[in-house]
């Protein structure tokens, strides 16, 4: 059974930072790709941030692009999501995902597995 549990997410102040942590189980996680989401409070889930493993390809919306990045521990099944120069409009809940043909997609339909949500407020 693929699962996905995303954990870090707190309460930080305007330029503060983070580092939310998914760790996966149930499949080969080398054959995936791994992508982290958000959804704030009345607005649809977007996609933050995505790595293929199988090549090591990554890509980061523009709109956090230079303050966020993505990585991964193969060996421990863990994706990070280092979250810098956080702003109030970075707030939201953020989920990390997973499939195997998502390739560098952040679109959620591509993404067939998803874990639980962790909150991340910013404060001005």
């Known amino acids: 059974e693929v699962q996905l549990q995303a954990s870090g997410g707190g309460s930080v102040q305007t330029g503060g930072y983070l580092r939310l942590s998914c760790v996966a189980s149930g499949f080969r996680f080398d054959d995936y790709t791994i992508g982290w989401f958000r959804q704030a409070p009345g607005k649809e889930r977007e996609g933050v941030a995505c790595?293929?493993?199988?090549?090591?390809?990554?890509y980061i919306a523009s709109s956090v692009r230079g303050r966020f990045t993505i990585s991964t521990d193969n060996a421990q099944n863990m994706a990070y999501l280092q979250m810098n120069g956080l702003r109030p409009e970075d707030t939201a809940v953020y989920y990390c995902?997973?499939?195997?043909?998502?390739?560098?997609?952040?679109?959620?339909?591509?993404?067939?597995?998803w874990g639980q949500g962790t909150q991340v407020t910013v404060s001005s």
């Open positions: 790595k293929q493993l199988s090549d090591g390809s990554i």
């Open positions: 995902a997973a499939d195997r043909t998502a390739l560098r997609s952040t679109r959620l339909s591509d993404y067939g597995y």
